[in-house]
């Protein structure tokens, strides 16, 4: 068995105090526990209860999606890049369409980009209910996963509706959007505008105030800001910590110029204001699809792309604000049909580096709920 | 079984012709097997006689800006600075790493490492692309520095620079088998660690696979 199978193998046998005089002690979680939300393997270095250091071992679902790509055509990727983080796999096909796009110098349409816009902040709000769900699962609150997967389910039935598929979407292609919105569309949307935005505050009600939540997560995971940016973490991680700093925002893409929306931010950088971040998001979310909505406009949903994709020589990097934070892709095309390289810069892949200086002086249990509120999807950190 | 993930889609004829060569190869010599014709020979232009309508895409052109004047000054022609589609890049020498990217971290606010990848053009001299993209938050305004090295050499390590360096480096050895100088736990963090090959090479062929790993480790024939 090599080393790394075995959690031992750092230990120090031979030295005589290591069993009579140190508490410490090294334990394995995972890569089978349901508390991290796929199969990721951490180290913990003990003292008692308290964690002196970690280490994570990652790799278990790699599956090799770039050098997949390089045996692939630019249209063939699509549906791969939704196994990345399934959980959000309409940001995941936007950034790749996207970055492909920029290299053929192509835009997509107006209207396409609207619906780009429409599904990609509903598969957002998808994506915080299903973190929110299992963030408090795993800290001991069984009811909020009922009420998001509850409520989840009404964005999947438009997913369905619009594409057929539910969570691996392949909502978008190189240039545009595939399908036009079905009958009926934005009527769905905004009957499920109305009925969400309650449900956020219900959430809220179990959670916001509730005094195991706040003893659970106040001051847990602290990051600053400073150690964030070191440390490459994104997305809500990052805003909680207190920079002002969206995609969105900074390098507008797809039609989000457009829209009025606000960047929420947290002060202290832990685990509750990670929490507070998500929620206001999620109610961003709503504004920018409201007046997606109702500004949507007529036209074609495919812009002027070749039958066969094959993007002149050159390379390009493109990354969108993914519900986990910055998405990119690093396109080199050799001027075939397939992409010499792809490069995929996930998220949860960065932001989960940042587990160690967060849960260091922590306890064992805060470990559960600092990787829950990481919000990392271990198909993407593995890819 | 690897019939079908071998076969590329609507193949362009020149690639149709290729296909068999590179199924033999793969399982006979794994080494050797890639479905992608070795990169920049472009059997597509050849095969294809009537296509000199198709535009020529644009083409890197020298970026001009304060920055680029400072560290021309400095670095003179070890340094060029291009600009393709937008969006601007350094391509250095190895040896202004990693003073450049310190610079460009402490001077210019290049405060956020966004990435760290390679690229493997196996026929150059230099096998090796590896490129830092960067950002910075006061200046909103991303840049790439690109850099090329031999097969075997090693670069310095940007991990005091960026502490997120450490994973993004880590998972660019694991995968093309760069080593990066003076990185404080250079080990694979992708593949397990006994694991032979770095299979984003263009030499490491699709179904290729460390069968010995495979066999003593997971106890199957093979993992196809």
């Keep these: 068995m090599n080393d790394r199978l075995d959690p031992m193998s750092n230990l120090d046998l031979d030295a005589p105090d290591t069993y009579l005089d140190s508490n410490e002690l090294i334990i394995n979680m995972g ?57 959000a796999a309409v940001s995941n096909g936007l950034g790749y369409c996207e970055a492909v796009e920029k290299l053929l110098n192509v835009e997509a349409p107006a209207r396409a980009k609207y619906i780009r816009v429409i599904l990609t902040e509903l ?49 978008f292609r190189i240039g545009g959007c595939q399908y036009e919105t079905y009958a009926g569309f934005e009527k769905d949307v905004k009957n499920f505008l109305t009925f969400v935005a309650p449900k956020i505050d219900e959430y809220e009600t179990l959670l916001t105030t509730n005094r195991i939540w706040l003893e659970r997560t106040k001051n847990v995971g602290v990051i600053s800001a400073a150690d964030a940016i070191a440390l490459g973490v994104t997305g809500p991680v990052l805003r909680a910590s ?82 986990k934070g910055e998405l990119g892709y690093f396109i080199v095309s050799d001027g075939s049909t397939q992409p010499y390289r792809i490069r995929v810069r996930p998220p949860s892949f960065v932001n989960l580096q940042a587990l160690d200086i967060m849960v260091r002086g922590l306890l064992v249990a805060d470990v559960i709920a600092v990787i829950g509120t990481l919000d990392i999807v271990l198909g993407e950190v593995d890819r | 079984m690897a019939e079908d ?54 083409v890197p052109l020298p970026w001009t800006s304060p920055l680029v004047e400072k560290y021309k000054g400095q670095y003179g022609s070890a340094l060029e600075a291009l600009t393709y589609l937008g969006q601007n890049y350094f391509a250095v020498d190895r040896s202004l790493i990693p003073n450049l990217l310190r610079l460009l971290r402490d001077e210019e606010e290049f405060d956020y490492c966004v990435d760290i990848t390679a690229v493997h053009y196996p026929k150059r001299e230099k096998q090796f692309d590896v490129i830092w993209i960067l950002y910075s938050f006061p200046r909103n305004e991303r840049v790439r520095v690109k850099t090329q090295i031999a097969d075997g050499a090693s670069i310095p390590s940007s991990v005091s620079i960026w502490a997120t360096a450490n994973w993004l ?6 995968m093309f088998g760069i080593q990066f100088d003076g990185h404080p736990d250079l080990k694979r963090i992708l593949l397990p660690d006994g694991w032979k090959g770095h299979p984003l090479r263009k030499d490491y062929g699709i179904l290729q696979q460390d069968q010995e790993w495979v066999q003593i480790n997971l106890g199957i024939e093979s993992g196809q």
């Design chain 1, 31 to 87: 890569p089978q526990h349901p508390a991290t939300h796929g199969v990721l393997r951490v180290i913990l270095k003990l003292d008692g209860e308290k964690v002196l250091g970690t280490e994570c071992v990652i790799g278990y679902l790699h599956r090799g999606v770039e050098k997949i790509a390089e045996n692939r055509t630019y249209t063939m990727f699509n549906p791969y890049v939704d196994r990345m983080d399934y959980v």
């Design chain 1, 123 to 171: 598969n957002r709000i998808a994506s915080h209910q299903l973190w929110l769900g299992t963030h408090a699962l795993d800290i001991g609150a069984m009811t909020p996963l009922f009420y998001t997967f509850r409520d989840r389910e009404e964005i999947l039935k438009i997913f369905e509706k619009y594409c057929g598929a539910r969570l691996t979407t392949h909502a």
């Design chain 1, 242 to 323: 207190g920079v002002k700093w969206d995609l969105r925002k900074a390098q507008p893409y797809a039609a989000y110029a457009d829209f009025d929306f606000e960047i929420p931010i947290g002060e202290n950088g832990d685990t509750y204001d990670r929490y507070l971040v998500r929620m206001a998001e999620m109610r961003q979310s709503l504004r920018i699809i409201e007046q997606a909505v109702n500004g949507i406009p007529e036209g074609p949903i495919m812009g002027k792309v070749p039958k066969v994709i094959k993007p002149p020589v050159g390379e390009i990097y493109h990354s969108i604000e993914a519900p």
């Design chain 2, 5 to 58: 993930v071998k076969t590329p889609a609507p193949p362009p004829p020149p690639e149709g012709e290729k296909k068999p060569t590179a199924e033999k190869t793969a399982e006979a010599a794994p080494a050797v097997a890639d479905a992608k014709p070795a990169a920049p020979v472009k059997p597509a232009a050849a095969a294809k006689p009537a296509a000199p309508a198709k535009p020529a895409g644009p």
């Design chain 2, 169 to 174: 480096e880590r998972e660019v050895y694991d």
